[in-house]
C-alpha cells in the first residue's frame, strides 16, 4: 500500500471550532441580578445548559467581571459552578486585561477566545483592546453559541477531560514558579509515564485532530483524515503509532503520532508529531528514539519526511538533535536520514512503557 500523496501546503486555521474558550460576566449574563445588590441572585438556566453543553465538547471557560471576588467566588461554588471556570479574573480591572491575562495562563491565541457580557461599553472596551476576540452580546447567546466557530472539529474521548487537562497544567506551572531547583529535578519530580502504542480504532478521531491542530511540532504539516489513518492502521507496509504521557497530576492525554512506511532497505518517517502541549517536557525525542530502535532492530535505514512549514522550526531542531541528517531537499522539502549508530535514549526522569 502506497502513502497518500503529501501535500506540502501549510493547513489554514478553521473557522469550526476557533473558538477554544469562552470569557463570561456575570451580572446580568450568568445569573439574573447584580450580586452586590442581592446576594440571592439565581444563574440563568439557558447559560448553565450552554456552559456544561460546550464544556462536554471540549470548550473552555473562564471569567471576567467587575465584581468582589469572594462574594461572586462564592456565589458559583453555591450554584455548582465554580469547578467549571478556569482562571476566573474577578476584580475591578479592565475586562480586557482580565482577559489577556487568562490567555496567558491557558497558552491559548486571543483569537481563540470570545467574551460575552450584556452591557455594549464592556463588549466595546474588550474590542477595541482585543480586536481578535470575538464579542458576543448576553442577548444574543442562544444564536451564537451554536454557530460553526464555537462548534470544535473534532469532539473525541479526551474532549471531556480537556478542562481537567488544562487545570492539571495550572497546577503544573504553579509549582514550576514556586520551585527552585533545575529543570530537570523538576521533571525528575514529575513521575512522568510516556506510553507508545499502536493506533487503535478508537484513537483516530484524536489522531485527526492531532494532525489539525498541531503546528509547531508536526513534521510535514500535512493532514490526513479518520478514513485515511484508518487504512494506514490496517496497512501491513506502515506503522501508526500513538504515545500518551501522564505525570503525578493527571494525564496530558494523547500527545503524539507516528507515521512509518516499512520498506527494504530503509523504513520512512512520513509523519511525526507532538502536541506542543508537552513541549517544556522534555519528551519531544522520546517517540522518535524509539522508531529509531525499532528500525535498527529490523535491519534497516531510517528516512524522515521533513516539510518545512514556517511554523515547525521546534520539530527540525529535534530531528537535528536525535541525529538526522538531510540528504536531499525538493524547495520546502526535505529527506532527513538518522544515524543509528547513536540513538538517543530517552531522558531518565521518564517512564517509558510500550504496548502492543
Known amino acids: 500500500m502506497t502513502s497518500p500523496t503529501l501535500d506540502t501546503s501549510a493547513p489554514a486555521k478553521p473557522v469550526q471550532g476557533r473558538i477554544k474558550c469562552i470569557v463570561w460576566d456575570l451580572d446580568h449574563t450568568l445569573w439574573d441580578g447584580i450580586l452586590l445588590e442581592d446576594p440571592d441572585v ?10 456544561r453543553r460546550l464544556d462536554a465538547m471540549g470548550v473552555l471557560h473562564s471569567i471576567a467581571s467587575r465584581n468582589d471576588h469572594e ?20 476584580g475591578w480591572n479592565p475586562k480586557s486585561s482580565s482577559i489577556r491575562h487568562i490567555a496567558e495562563r491557558l497558552n491559548l491565541g486571543l483569537d481563540a477566545f470570545a467574551f460575552i457580557d450584556d452591557q455594549d461599553f464592556e463588549l466595546a472596551e474588550v474590542g477595541h483592546a482585543l480586536p481578535e476576540v470575538t464579542c458576543v452580546h448576553a442577548d444574543d447567546i442562544d444564536e451564537t453559541l451554536v454557530r460553526p466557530e464555537f462548534r ?7 474532549s471531556a477531560q ?30 512522568m509515564t510516556f506510553t ?16 489539525v491542530r498541531t503546528n509547531q ?25 500513538v504515545a500518551s504521557l501522564t505525570d503525578r497530576f493527571g494525564s496530558y492525554g494523547k500527545i503524539g503520532l507516528a507515521l512509518v512506511e516499512k520498506g527494504s532497505p530503509d523504513w520512512h518517517l512520513n509523519m511525526l508529531l507532538m502536541s506542543c502541549r508537552v513541549m517544556s517536557r522534555g519528551v519531544g525525542t522520546v517517540l522518535l528514539g524509539h522508531l529509531m530502535e525499532r528500525a535498527r532492530d529490523a535491519g534497516a535505514g531510517l528516512l524522515a519526511d521533513f516539510v518545512e512549514t514556517g511554523r515547525n522550526r521546534m520539530m527540525q531542531i529535534t530531528y537535528a538533535f536525535s541525529g538526522f541528517r538531510e540528504v536531499a531537499r525538493d524547495g520546502s522539502r526535505v529527506t532527513l536520514a538518522a544515524d543509528l549508530s547513536a540513538v538517543q535514549p530517552a531522558p531518565s526522569y521518564v517512564r517509558l512503557e510500550v504496548t502492543g
Open 217 to 241: 511540532l508536526n513534521s510535514t504539516g500535512r493532514t490526513y483524515s479518520y478514513d485515511e489513518l484508518d487504512a494506514l492502521r490496517g496497512s501491513p507496509d506502515h506503522l501508526l503509532l
Open 71 to 90: 462574594t461572586a467566588m462564592a456565589a458559583l461554588e453555591r450554584f455548582g459552578l465554580a469547578d467549571m471556570f478556569l482562571c476566573p479574573q474577578i
Open 152 to 158: 470544535p472539529r473534532f469532539v473525541t474521548d479526551e
Open 162 to 191: 480537556r478542562r481537567a487537562m488544562y487545570r492539571s497544567q495550572l497546577a503544573r506551572d504553579e509549582v514550576r514558579s514556586d520551585f527552585t531547583g533545575t529543570d530537570e529535578e523538576f521533571l525528575a519530580g514529575l513521575d
Open 42 to 51: 439565581a444563574p440563568r438556566p439557558a447559560v448553565i445548559e450552554h456552559i
Open 196 to 211: 507508545i502504542a499502536p493506533a487503535q480504532r478508537e484513537d483516530l478521531q484524536r489522531a485527526e485532530e492531532l494532525t
